[in-house]
């Protein structure tokens, strides 16, 4: 996904119980690995060399499906939904009955309401440089360039994404403020400290090192710049968890086949995450009651006569999608899926 007035439960740190983060790899493999991986692992731990080139290939593989997921996909989902491809923010208990600009309306309060809770307002006047990084087709990019006056840059995995944001930012004459180009961001390709605002709207949900991503993330921050994080996550594990259920982690495999999703994480690893790397004003909060009717609301859409139709045209990537959503509403209503928002402060 991609990845848009007061959040439901404000985590302020150190209110919470935040779950230790024993290691990088642990938080980045917290699922269990297939007994297919498990035989590679086996095989491979005899040699570190067999063991990185595995690693590298497993990711390279996530790479490509989730640009092929994402250049199938895009299209049907603009034609139905527009160009902001995220969650929408709703008030709590919100109907699913609302009409199609009540739900695109959501889309940009989502913008809104991250930009706020990060402290980010009109009145800033150190948005000078942006990077989106998971951008979609850039709906928030030129949204936060129009908003701020600021230069935007967005990065995906998809070629047709990078494509349809550039022809749409030529089609609003924002092609002088905002640009977009097919970059991993695991590696995103500029200098350090370019950005007074690092944005990543529903995009570490596909990161296959959570700490990798985190650490670049505040690479290409500038001093003093917001970093702001909107993701899906798995619960915070209680104290003495050392992992979810059995049935919990199956709920998310599934989830994961479809999305082309590596292991998930908490919130609570992201706050360790940011903790360690020293960044300041980090907080965090849990908006799932806030976007509960946009699943159900998307299903909705897919059911009507045009949606299936724009399914049945876009593929078999796409129809998957629409028969695991059920799954995205289940996790939440049984609370193992969270929608959380991290923000933190580079320090200058």
Known sequence: MKATLAPSSLI???????????????????????????????????????????????????????????????????????????HGFYDPDSSVQLSDSGHREAQIRMIEESLRFAGVTEE??????????????????????????????????????????????????????VSFQVADALEQPFEDGMFDLVWSMESGEHMPDKAKFVKELVRVAAPGGRIIIVTWCHRNLSQGEEALQPWEQNLLDRICKT?????????????????????????????????????????????????????????????????????????YKKGIIKFGIITCQKPL
Not at 29 to 53: E, N
Not at 138 to 145: E, N, V
């Open 12 to 86: 302020s740190l150190p209110r919470h119980k935040v779950s230790s983060l024993r290691s990088p790899s642990l938080l980045i493999q917290s699922q269990r690995p297939s007994s297919a991986l498990m035989t590679t692992m086996k095989t491979a731990s005899r040699g570190s060399v067999a063991v990185t080139a595995a690693a590298t290939s497993s990711v390279e593989a996530l790479r490509e499906g989730i640009a092929e997921f994402y250049n199938e996909t895009s299209g049907l989902w603009e034609e139905i939904w527009g160009d902001h491809m995220h």
């Open 124 to 177: 800033e006047k150190k948005i000078k440089r942006v990077v989106d990084v998971g951008c979609g087709i850039g709906g928030s990019s030129r949204y936060i360039a129009s908003k701020f006056g600021a230069e935007c840059v967005g990065i995906t995995l998809s070629p047709v994404q990078a494509k349809r944001a550039n022809d749409l930012a030529a089609a609003q004459s924002l092609s002088h403020k």
């Open 259 to 331: 999305f082309y999703l590596p292991a998930w994480c908490s919130t609570s690893d992201y706050v360790n995450l940011l903790q360690s790397l020293s960044l300041q004003d980090i907080k965090c909060a849990d908006w799932s009651e806030n976007v509960a009717p946009f699943w159900p609301a998307v299903i909705r859409t897919a059911l009507t006569w045009k949606g299936l139709v724009s399914l049945l045209r876009s593929g078999m990537k796409s129809i998957k999608g629409a028969l695991t959503m059920p799954l995205m509403i289940e996790g």
